[in-house]
């Protein structure tokens, strides 16, 4: 499709709709010189593209794949912040590979691979964004990014910071059915105040085109979190009146995280070579002082402390050799991870824990990629050995400790027919739990609802296939079939001693299954390029509930409609909306909700120069309600953010430049669980 050019007041603005194409493994979507550089923000593109959804807490999911694996310039994203540093104007395009290759960690369901425009001038490159925003109180974020670069020497650094207040109004109604029905009614105002530093600086050096050297360090760090939160509950007892109270808390938290990477790539004659080797060290903790008011019953003043510690070793190698019509890459990967977790407990209430993980994987894969004229096929196999210690209060726990060995194999084909694309695909992958999740730590809510790890939490194995079409480069079909075993789902049990006490913590589900399809559609009519999208997400499942057996089985749909106008003067207007339905998902049923974004974006002096002002969430229509149902308890909670925002964006570049940082990371999938 070419493009619509308006030549305005001596700008060129172009305003050509994303194009689609099959790639290995997924869709490809054209960024440059689409009305989708002009969006603000990497993180303002991904949560346009079709089957990709952004949740309330902006982190974002493949429909039907999970949360992705992100990549810029083929360098993994292990700070999602990333995304909001990256200007949409500077981005190529962008793949979401629902089938990624064994070279990834078997945990890995999707894949989105950003590919930023290329410029090899030498000299100085400045890069200044700041933004100021409005959601009940004023937010900001500024960054300086310098880049220099001289033959084959080129040095980057960048410095980040962001102020922001958070605001969540919630509902929650607890019925838990023991010896008697206890419910608990409780709304609560959670008040946060959140800053984060991040830094980081590195240099790449090409001996020749055959040989790249290079190494960078980050730091990031969250020297404040503070949330203020009140709750008020009422319980009733077989519908008589039991007690009411207000609990305030104040908790505190801060972080460090050091990450170093260095690589090497190149070639002997035709083989390649990729070579990484990480570090991460990381520490923070915090502490949480709670006043719990009770009308019948003693009032209670708690403290607690908390401290964690991370430190992680990942190496990865992989080869290459071309063979017949492809090429045969062969490669392992280990990563060693230690994690200790602290926490002192609620005297009289709580006990105190002490967890210690040590887990070692050492992976092995190899992946043929062949190009056989209109078709292409990418064949791979990925072997796993993992490790997994938990001690408890220093003593090695033999049965929550595992051994793991797996075998995860990939199949991926695509063709292309004239205006027709053509792909299908198969995987297993695995889902392991953030460490987090496994701590045995519990954490106070109120008298009768604590929050839990699982230790023995076992990992999820999904077996995926999918097909899809892409018609004239701007209508695309899938549809794909998910089997999930031992799936992890958000659970309640109760305390062996006292019943009326529910532990909020995670289990295993046996199996659950689900076939997610996928419609969209991205023309374009002068001025104005629409875009509409369609997903629904259907699954079968029988879940245990109150003695009996319960159907969660049916259908959510996702629906988005965006709309870009390229206006006179080189103005880009975006006008875009979502809804998702209710419907079941997991144990719970998820209610309907939806929101409204616009956007005006202005460049000047050849994109030198940008201003973004953007109004988000317009009528304050973004929530997060479900009901939950797990065995003798349901719960109904619906949260309210401050996701009604006004922002603007200025930004400046001066010889922007792409990084020419080859380094592709080991164990940033281990990174993201701590």
């Known amino acids: 499709m070419e493009p619509d050019n308006h030549y305005l007041e001596g700008v060129t603005v172009t305003g050509r709709q994303p194009t689609y ?13 689409s009305v989708l550089s002009k969006a603000g923000t990497a ?8 089957g990709v959804r952004k949740n309330i807490d902006g982190s974002f999911e493949v429909v039907g794949k999970g949360a992705p694996a992100v990549y810029v310039n083929n360098r993994q994203v292990h700070d999602m912040s990333e995304l909001q540093r990256l200007q949409s104007t500077g981005i190529q395009d962008i793949a979401v590979i629902t089938t990624p290759g064994p070279e990834h960690d078997a945990s890995v369901g999707a894949v989105l691979k950003i590919t930023t425009k290329k410029n090899s001038d030498d000299g100085l490159g400045l890069a200044v964004e700041s933004t100021v925003d409005y959601a009940g109180k004023f937010n900001t974020a500024q960054q300086l990014g310098l880049d220099y670069r001289h033959g084959s020497f080129s040095l980057f650094g960048t410095l980040h910071y962001d102020f922001n207040h958070l605001r969540q109004n919630a509902t929650t109604n607890i019925d838990t059915y023991i010896n008697k029905l206890w419910q608990q009614t409780s709304s609560s105002k959670d008040r946060s105040i959140n800053q984060t530093y991040f830094a980081n600086i590195g240099m790449n050096f090409d ?17 404040r979190f503070k949330t203020d939160s009140q709750n008020l509950t009422d319980v009733v007892v077989e519908e008589k009146p039991y007690d009411k109270w207000n609990t305030q808390e104040i908790s505190r938290q801060n972080s460090t995280a050091h990450h170093v990477n260095a690589y090497y790539v190149g070639s002997f004659g035709r083989l390649s070579v990729d070579f990484n080797a990480d570090m991460l060290l990381g520490s923070g903790g915090g502490n949480s002082k709670v006043d719990d008011q009770s009308e019948n019953f003693d009032d209670l003043s708690l403290n607690t402390d908390e401290s964690f510690k991370n430190r992680l070793y990942a190496a990865k190698l992989v080869l290459a050799y071309p063979v017949w019509k492809g090429s045969l890459s062969a490669g392992s990967e280990y990563t060693g ?6 926490s002192s407990g609620f005297e009289g209430v709580i006990e105190a824990s002490a967890d210690k993980i040590i887990d070692r994987n050492t992976a092995a894969f190899f992946n043929y990629k062949a190009d056989l004229g209109a078709i292409n096929a990418n064949v791979g196999l990925r072997y796993e050995h993992i490790t997994y210690d938990f001690y408890d209060a220093g003593v090695f726990q033999r049965n929550r400790s595992k051994i793991y060995d797996n075998l995860f194999p990939t199949i991926a084909v695509n063709a292309t027919a004239g205006n027709i694309g053509l792909w299908g695909d198969f995987h297993i992958r695995t889902i392991r739990s953030q460490y987090e999740m496994l701590n045995s730590s519990v954490r106070y809510g109120n008298r009768l609802t604590y929050l839990s790890g699982t ?5 999820t194995y999904i077996t995926s296939v999918s097909i899809g079409a892409i018609w004239n480069n701007d209508l695309q079909f899938q549809a794909g079939y998910n089997h999930y075993k031992d799936d992890i789902f958000f659970s309640f049990e109760q305390s062996g001693s006292k019943p009326e006490i529910t532990v909020n913590r995670f289990r295993n589900e046996k199996s659950r299954n689900e076939l997610m399809l996928l419609a969209a559609y991205a023309p374009t009519f002068g001025i104005w390029q629409p875009r509409w999208s369609a997903v629904s997400s259907t699954q079968w499942l029988d879940i245990e509930y109150l003695g009996g057996w319960m159907s969660m089985g049916g259908t959510v749909f996702h629906l988005a409609w965006g709309n870009a106008f390229t206006l006179p003067a080189g103005f880009i207007l975006r006008i875009d909306g979502t809804w998702n339905s209710c419907g079941f998902t997991q144990n719970q049923k998820i209610k309907s909700s939806g929101y409204v974004n616009v956007s005006l974006n202005k460049e000047f002096d050849n994109g030198r120069y940008n201003i973004l002002l953007e109004g988000n969430d317009l009528f304050h229509t973004i929530r997060d309600a479900s009901c939950f149902y797990d065995r003798r308890t349901f719960e109904y909670r619906s949260t309210k953010d401050n996701t009604r925002q006004i922002k603007i964006t200025f930004s400046y570049r001066f010889n922007n430049k792409s990084s020419k940082y080859k380094g592709t990371e080991a164990g940033v999938d281990e990174m993201q669980r701590l």
Request: aromatic share 6%.
């Open 207 to 223: 001996f020749n085109p055959n040989h790249s050297i290079g190494a960078k360090y980050e730091l990031t760090s969250l020297p």
């Open 337 to 342: 991870t230690y994690r200790r977790t602290r």
């Open 455 to 459: 230790p023995d939490l076992q990992p």
């Open 21 to 33: 194409k099959p790639v290995a493994g997924g869709v490809s979507t054209r960024i440059e010189n």
């Open 43 to 50: 993180n303002d593109v991904i949560g346009l593209l079709a």
